[in-house]
């Protein structure tokens, strides 16, 4: 589990983790410690040992850039006290509840004039403006000192060879030598036991240091009697597998689905369409065109329901628009930043790649490269408008559904629809449920909705060291619904309704946490 808090926008792995309260990321993260491990007190007879991650939060990610990428190597904690308050609650629940694993992240944090000073429960953290996983002070001052992790570290698969952020000029030795050293058991992809004893015989590791870290792991294969029983019955594990996706868990899997979904405008109470004699038409929108197979589906939900689909716009009462965006940032490639408003052929800058990790210099991370790059989040986002207007124009209404990957922009959707509800990729099924009234909607925002670009913008600025920064006008290390303090009162001074938040028609703001019901 990725327990990562939210807290930059435009970072491409927003959508796997569990949001941006970190209230809320430490209940879930000790009841799936508890769950998979069978109780709170270290890994059980019957249970999966579980590892969580990418310590120590890869979130407040520079300018959300993705640290598998050379752009994306720094984390940047502009804001006093901002680790231990927002980053960390989730990794201190794991570590509280006894989780068996930690996955440090490929990140390094920064001495630079645009990290401040962090410190944990009274301890200073010096920055080791390493990897994590190479870094003494995240992994046993921080880590196994101050928050108490009584597991094994394991790392990321490309902590060897490819994502060596700040010890790109360490022997292949010293790197396993380091990473032993700091208390890492499980080293990732292309692990090469022959380095290990070339770091014994240099005398940068020792046989006792190798033998701590290794027990530390098969302690975890002890506990789950994996030792003196390694094996399992084929025939039981399907049984299992099979028990636990049909029938009552099948079931639960579905209500989850639908407690998801949030409701986040229903002007004049449009919802839910409980009027079967209206004819309803769909219309999709993705980053690559209309989907048939969702409006396929959508249809034939509306249909069991006993609505009217019709394929001629002209003949609707109700236009049901599906938007699935497309997020550019993705993991490993991205050479622009992540844009998270709904647009089609933006032109953007494209920055500097891989080309410069290796000679050890910072010559900084995210310089343009002098071109640019088209990104579309969602194909022919303008005909929202144009079709939900056309709509209104002969008294019918406009229902719209967003899937939430990023916390998007919703500029191009929202002021145009009657309804609008948030899914996180959840079945037709369950949307259609939920605005039939099927189910009335329970769900709350795990993010906050970015009110527009304004409030995460970045301007070129040279600080005290004399060098050139990109640095956005909001905190990469604060979550979205705490994000209005550190912004300048000028810039929102100019944003509808004043604030980082998205705030629609009705004056609702789209906070963590927001959520309508009927």
């Known amino acids: 589990p990725q327990i990562d808090l939210a807290t930059d926008p435009r970072w491409a792995r927003n959508s796997g983790t569990y949001?941006?309260?970190?209230?809320v990321v430490a209940g879930i993260t000790t009841a799936l410690v508890a769950g998979y491990?069978?109780?709170t007190e270290g890994v059980q007879l019957e249970g999966v040992s579980l590892s969580i991650k990418h310590f120590p939060g890869d979130g407040a990610a520079e300018n959300g850039y993705e640290s598998h990428t050379y752009q994306g190597q720094w984390r940047i904690y502009t804001t006093p006290g901002s680790l231990e308050k927002y980053q960390l609650v989730g990794f201190q629940a794991a570590c509280d509840?006894?989780?068996?694993?930690?996955?440090?992240c490929y990140s390094r944090d920064t001495t630079d004039p645009r990290s401040v000073e962090q410190s944990y429960r009274g301890v200073v953290i010096p920055v080791d403006q390493v990897g994590s996983a190479y870094s003494e002070t995240m992994m046993q001052t921080l880590l196994t000192e101050a928050m108490g992790f009584k597991g094994f570290i394991n790392t990321d698969s490309g902590i060897l060879e490819t994502q060596t952020f700040g010890v790109e000029t360490l022997t292949m030795p010293e790197r396993y030598a380091k990473l032993i050293n700091n208390g890492v058991g499980a080293i990732g992809a292309g692990f090469q036991y022959a380095e290990v004893l070339a770091a014994i015989d240099q005398g940068i590791l020792t046989v006792e240091q190798l033998g701590k870290v290794a027990a530390s792991r098969l302690w975890r294969e002890i506990d789950q009697g994996r030792i003196d029983n390694p094996y399992t019955d084929p025939a039981n594990a399907d049984a299992v597998r099979a028990a636990n996706t049909t029938g009552e868990a099948g079931e639960k899997v579905y209500l989850s689905q639908l407690k998801s979904v949030v409701l986040l405008k229903n002007k004049g109470n449009v919802l839910p369409l409980?009027?079967?004699t209206k004819k309803v038409y769909i219309a999709s929108f993705t980053g690559k065109g209309a989907n048939d197979a969702t409006v396929e589906t959508l249809t034939a939900e509306f249909a069991a329901r006993g609505f009217t689909v019709t394929e001629d716009e002209e003949e609707a009462d109700i236009i049901y628009i599906d938007v699935q965006p497309t997020y550019n940032g993705t993991t490993g490639s991205n050479t622009a930043?992540?844009?998270i408003d709904l647009v089609e052929g933006l032109d953007v800058p494209a920055v500097v790649t891989d080309a410069l990790r290796r000679d050890g210099v910072r010559h900084g991370s995210q310089i343009p490269t002098g071109e640019e790059t088209e990104v579309t989040t969602v194909e022919d986002i303008k005909d929202v408008k144009k079709i939900a207007?056309?709509?209104?124009?002969?008294?019918?209404?406009?229902?719209?559904?967003?899937?939430?990957t990023q916390p998007w922009i919703l500029t191009n959707v929202e002021p145009y629809v009657d309804g609008l509800i948030a899914q996180f990729g959840v079945p037709e099924k369950a949307q259609v449920a939920v605005v039939t009234g099927e189910y009335n909607p329970t769900g709350k925002l795990p993010?906050?909705?970015v009110s527009c670009n304004e409030v995460i913008a970045t301007n070129w600025e040279y600080l005290s060291d004399g060098r050139i920064y990109e640095i956005c006008v909001s905190p990469n290390d604060v979550p979205g619904y705490d994000k209005d303090q550190y912004i300048d009162p000028a810039i929102l001074a100019k944003v509808k309704g004043g604030s980082y938040a998205y705030c629609d028609e009705d004056g609702n703001y789209y906070r963590s946490g927001f959520g309508l019901r009927y």
């Open 447 to 449: 993010i906050t909705m």
């Open 37 to 39: 491990q069978q109780g």
């Open 389 to 404: 207007e056309k709509m209104h124009e002969k008294g019918g209404i406009a229902i719209a559904s967003i899937k939430v």
């Open 337 to 339: 930043m992540g844009v």
């Open 19 to 23: 949001g941006e309260v970190p209230e």
């Open 97 to 104: 509840a006894g989780v068996s694993s930690i996955m440090p």
């Open 274 to 276: 409980n009027d079967t």
